[in-house]
C-alpha cells in the first residue's frame, strides 16, 4: 500500500496543475470520524462544528507533506484564536514512533491523528497530499489534491473563517 501512495502521490503532483481543485458552493458534509492523537485522546472532527478547520492527509515519507508543515504551522498559529483549527491525519503505516520523532523534530504544535483505512475510504483519499478546508457548519468549502500554495490556502482559510 505504502508504495502504491507514493506512485499516486507522484502522478496527483504532476496533475496538480490541471486540477480545479474548487468545491462548489452547496457542497458536501465532511465526514465524521473518531481517531487518536499521538496521547491517546480520541479527537471527533463533530467536536469542532463552528469552527473552520484545516483538514490535510499527510505522511513522513511524503516529501510534499513535509515541505507543507512549516505553512501549516504558520496558519495555525496566526489563525487559531479566530477559530481556525488544523488536523492532521497521518497515513503513515505503524506506530506512533515515526510520526511522534517527526512531530518533535518539524515543531509541529497543531494536532496530529493517527489515520485508519475507514476514514481514507470516507474521504477518498487515493494519494496525498490532499487539504480540505471546512466551513463552521462542516461542509467542505475548498480541496486540494496535491498542496496549494501558503497564499492559496490562506487566502481560502480567511475567506471561510
Same mark, same amino acid.
Given at each position: 500500500m505504502l508504495k502504491r501512495l507514493v506512485i499516486l &502521490?507522484?502522478?496527483?503532483?504532476? /496533475? *496538480? !496543475?490541471?486540477?480545479?481543485? &474548487?468545491?462548489?458552493?452547496?457542497? /458536501? *458534509? !465532511?465526514?465524521?470520524?473518531?481517531?487518536?492523537?499521538?496521547?491517546?485522546?480520541?479527537?471527533?472532527?463533530?467536536?469542532?462544528?463552528?469552527?473552520?478547520?484545516?483538514?490535510?492527509?499527510?505522511?513522513?515519507?511524503?516529501?510534499?507533506?513535509?515541505e507543507a508543515v512549516p505553512g501549516l504551522e504558520k496558519l495555525h498559529n496566526t489563525y487559531k484564536d479566530k477559530g481556525l483549527v488544523v488536523l492532521a491525519v497521518s497515513m503513515d503505516?505503524?506506530?506512533?514512533?515515526?510520526?511522534?520523532?517527526f512531530i518533535s523534530e518539524h515543531h509541529i504544535t497543531y494536532t496530529v491523528l493517527k489515520g485508519s483505512d475507514d476514514v481514507a475510504e470516507?474521504?477518498?483519499i487515493r494519494a496525498i497530499p490532499m487539504m480540505l478546508i471546512l466551513n463552521k457548519e462542516?461542509?467542505?468549502?475548498k480541496r486540494y489534491l496535491g498542496m496549494g500554495s501558503d497564499?492559496?490556502?490562506?487566502?481560502?482559510?480567511?475567506a471561510v473563517l
Open positions: &502521490s507522484i502522478i496527483v503532483m504532476t /496533475l *496538480a !496543475a490541471c486540477t480545479d481543485n &474548487s468545491t462548489p458552493q452547496g457542497a /458536501l *458534509a !465532511a465526514p465524521d470520524f473518531a481517531l487518536q492523537d499521538m496521547n491517546g485522546k480520541t479527537v471527533r472532527l463533530s467536536d469542532y462544528k463552528g469552527k473552520t478547520v484545516l483538514l490535510e492527509f499527510w505522511a513522513t515519507w511524503c516529501p510534499p507533506c513535509r503505516q505503524g506506530g506512533w514512533d515515526q510520526v511522534t520523532s470516507k474521504y477518498r462542516g461542509n467542505i468549502s497564499e492559496e490556502v490562506e487566502k481560502d482559510v480567511k
